[in-house]
């Protein structure tokens, strides 16, 4: 053999070497030019090319889905995103903290008012009730039924409302009542049964003062519960009470009285008209209170959630929902963006 075939060789074997890994050093020792590589021919032993199957795997970081609520700011000091179809918790931001409801007590007023009255029960307006806060209207002596003031008092988040609906209810709690002609007396026991019957069904940390939701003085309000507790109270609307929602869904309605008195009623969810698949809604705000919002909304077919935000501001309770059923949509039907 040449030299110049000895160095051709110890050349090719070197290139391979390259080619396919540490192997080749023991062949490139046998066959070095200090040694002329002797035997060339005999004793290389080309190592194997390691095939891809043999390879280790390349170690990668796995990429973590961020949650869409962490993506979103909110105004709201108290949230809470329940899904009523799987039951479970999607969001929650102080959802055990005890918040002033202001005029979302309206909907417990509702409920409870429709679990003593008929709908069909004549509610008359009083002039102490329209000593309340706010004027949506109504009329003193003016008559109602039941089921038409319930739809004007939650659209309309009228306080006067509310205030005539309680004293009629109040009044028919306990039959044989001697003062079942007091309205301040029978206003009392409506409180009084709205209380128990946030605890009849789970309200742990809700206490109802009066039944609007009002500031009782400037450092104290008139209701007081968790987001949490009032996931759970609208979900029981929602499940034995769904007409109580069904007028909150529009943005205007038209409402008439016994009397043949039309009231144009604009709803207090200015966004109302721009949430699909919303099922039912209720408002409130005092100064001591903030903003708050409650929404039940259909997520796709038939998947109910309850969206709360409690003690955020007059304008941004509106946004901040806005943002939690985007959010929501994303968490279920399973849009995450990588981390």
Known sequence: MTRTTQIQIFLLVLIVGFLTGP?????????????????????????????????????????????????????????YVWDIKTHRKLYGKNEHAVFPLASVTKMMMALVASEILSPETSITIL????????DTGLL??????????????????????????????????????????DPFTNKKLFIE???????????????????????????????????RDMSILFEYILE???????????????????????????????GVAHVTGLIGSKTGYTDFAGGNLVVVVDIGIDHPVVIVALGSTRDGRFTDVKQLIDATIKEIVGVHEPA
């Not at 049964?193 to 009002?214: D, Y």
């Not at 409402?255 to 969810?269: G, M, W």
């Open 193 to 227: 049964q709205m209380n128990r019957k946030a605890k009849e069904i789970g309200l742990s940390n809700t206490h109802f003062g009066n039944v609007t939701g009002l500031d009782i003085e400037s450092v104290a309000s008139g209701a007081y519960g968790t987001p």
């Open 240 to 270: 034995k009470h769904p007409e109580l929602f069904t007028a909150t869904t529009y943005e205007k309605i038209d409402v008439k009285s016994n009397d043949n008195i039309t009231h144009r009623v604009a709803n207090t969810n200015a």
């Open 23 to 79: 192997r080749v050093i023991p062949a490139l020792e046998k066959f070095s030019p200090k040694e002329g590589l002797r035997g060339a021919q005999n004793s290389v032993q080309l190592a194997s090319p390691v095939l891809p199957s043999e390879m280790a795997p390349a170690t990668t970081t796995p990429l973590v889905p961020v949650s869409p609520y962490e993506e979103i700011t909110l105004e709201a000091k108290g949230v």
């Open 127 to 134: 002039p102490d009730d329209l000593m309340e806060e706010g």
């Open 140 to 181: 003193a002596g003016e008559k109602w039924r039941l089921s038409e003031l319930l739809r004007f008092t939650l659209v309309s988040s009228s306080n006067d409302g509310a205030s005539a609906i309680a004293g009629v209810a109040g009044a028919n709690i306990y039959s044989n009542s001697v003062e079942m002609n």
